[in-house]
């Protein structure tokens, strides 16, 4: 049997066998991460070769230049309608038209390519350019009008860029600390802009072509955003089927530019809008409706390429009535607010409202009552004025008050019986209600006449139970006539 010590003996060898293994395989991952960064660096330094040829390589390839002469020659021969309406997949015009989106993609990755290459050259001249001029295409033909001159007033930029950027570019230039570049430097840099422009011009070509074809292709999404903006969507994505695929939000930014507006307000300028903006819709779209008009567009152009995708309605039937309810929707979101109607007052009761009697509503009536000071401050008598607060007519008015007797202010109002009760129901409380006499009960009366003179308190209570005085259940108070009936017996 074995023992306890023997057990964590064989827990340990297990845990060194573990740590062989795991070291083990860490060695591989080390390996292999090295070997992929030996193969990014390579990638890398293939990009800063001195000779354009060995990091441009597309445009001496066969496949570009046999899609280039299919495409030329149907450019010339004109778009021809096929016999079905549509172009099938084993069309070969189909199968050219797929060769077309996929090489259009190609040669975006080569222009972003020769862009470093003229970036890593040129920036020896003119650092700052790059952080100006972010689009490859018109940093080369910026870089090619240049060239070596250090005057920027010399050279012609208009029709190349804004005038706005033109301004902060020639004002940069003249501060610039970069220097000439060698007459070879300055050939191959020359050389990469051609190259570039070169093959910017073969994929407007490409373009051209599946534009004219878009109609047969996608006859839904060309319905919607037009024949033009179809195919550069579709030359972007890189084909009909990656276009149904990808999400809408990606469809509304495949095109966009990153804009530099060079200290300028950024109120005016559209962000996050790519091809869609060149739409007639979008362009027929008021200012501020302009970002939503997108969001819908590109909604809508992700529905209409999935059917076109699967050729689910080749006649553009469902294209032409997504338009249309797109631009229902504008027209709906630029109609003013309805007006509020004036909600009628409600048909008063003919019947008078039963309301609640009692004790409650007595104490509340005679809270409330109007006084019979207050009706006089309310009423004028015709023909003689009011005396006021302030005199002249000035301040608060006193109404008749006064004017029925000697001409002073009066209130002839007594004391309510809600009040008089409250402190008759204090008092009691205060002394009690037995027959005993408070010992607070002073002898002092004070009189207006004589002042202060003596009296006895008991001798007032005695006298109310005497007399015509005493009430009908007094403990004193005895018949005053008594009519004997003996005699009738």
């Known amino acids: 049997m074995a023992t306890l010590a023997d057990s964590f003996l064989a827990d340990l060898d297990d845990l060194s066998d573990n740590e062989a293994e795991d070291m083990g395989n860490e060695d591989l991952d080390a390996d292999k991460m090295e070997d992929d960064i030996d193969g990014e660096l390579a990638d890398i330094e293939s990009l800063n070769y001195d000779d354009l040829d060995n990091v441009s390589k597309l445009q001496k390839s066969q496949r570009y230049k046999d899609i280039m002469q299919k ?23 189909y199968q050219l038209i797929v060769d077309c989106n996929a090489l259009s993609v190609d040669i975006e990755n080569e222009i972003i390519i020769i862009h470093n290459f003229i970036r890593d050259k040129y920036r020896l001249k003119f650092p700052e350019l790059e952080s100006l001029v972010h689009h490859p295409i018109d940093y080369a033909r910026v870089v090619k009008k240049i060239g070596n001159e250090t005057d920027l007033t010399l050279v012609d ?12 570019v020639s004002v940069t230039a003249s501060t610039t600390s970069g220097k000439p570049l060698p007459e070879d430097v300055l050939q191959k840099t020359i050389e990469a802009c051609d190259r570039a422009l070169d093959l910017d011009s073969a994929r407007k070509k490409v373009l051209d072509f599946v534009e004219s074809r878009m109609v047969y292709i996608a006859p839904n999404l060309s319905a919607i955003v037009g024949s033009a903006v179809a195919a550069k969507l579709m030359g972007t994505a890189g084909g009909l089927g990656s276009l149904a695929k990808m999400p809408a939000c990606n469809v509304q ?43 819908l567009l590109a909604a809508k152009s992700t529905l209409v390429a999935r059917v076109d995708s699967t050729r689910g309605d080749p006649t553009g039937k469902m294209g032409r009535t997504f338009r249309e309810e797109i631009r229902k929707k504008i027209e709906k979101w630029q109609e003013p607010p309805p007006p509020k109607i004036p909600k009628p007052l409600p048909v008063p009761d003919s019947e008078p409202k039963k309301k609640r009697g009692g004790r409650r509503l007595r104490k509340m009536k005679e809270r ?20 006021s607060s302030l005199g002249d007519g000035l301040g608060e008015g006193y109404g008749m008050l006064g004017q029925a007797g000697s001409g002073k202010l009066r209130m002839s109002a007594g004391p309510s019986k809600l009040i008089v009760k409250a402190a008759k129901k204090s008092k009691e409380k205060r002394y009690g209600s037995s027959g ?7 002898s002092l009366a004070f009189t207006p006449v004589q002042g202060i003179e003596l009296s006895n308190p008991q001798a007032f209570a005695h006298q109310l139970g005497s007399g015509t005085q005493s009430t009908y259940f007094s403990e004193t108070g005895i018949f005053s006539k008594v009519k004997s009936n003996l005699g009738r017996i």
């Open 253 to 295: 930014l495949l095109g966009a530019k990153r804009k530099n507006l060079a200290g300028f307000s950024s109120a005016t300028s559209q962000y996050h809008i790519g091809y869609l903006e060149q739409t007639e819709i979008f362009q027929s779209t008021p200012p501020a409706l302009k970002m939503r008009a997108c969001r």
């Open 368 to 387: 409330y009552a109007v006084t019979d000071m207050r009706k006089l401050a309310n009423r004028m008598q015709f023909g003689v004025p009011e005396e």
């Open 436 to 442: 005993t006499t408070s010992g607070l009960t002073s």
């Open 157 to 168: 930029l208009e029709g190349l860029l804004p005038s706005a950027i033109i301004m902060v």
């Open 71 to 93: 495409v030329e020659e149907a450019l010339l021969k004109g778009s021809e309608v096929p016999e079905h309406g549509i172009v099938l997949e084993d069309d070969p015009e």
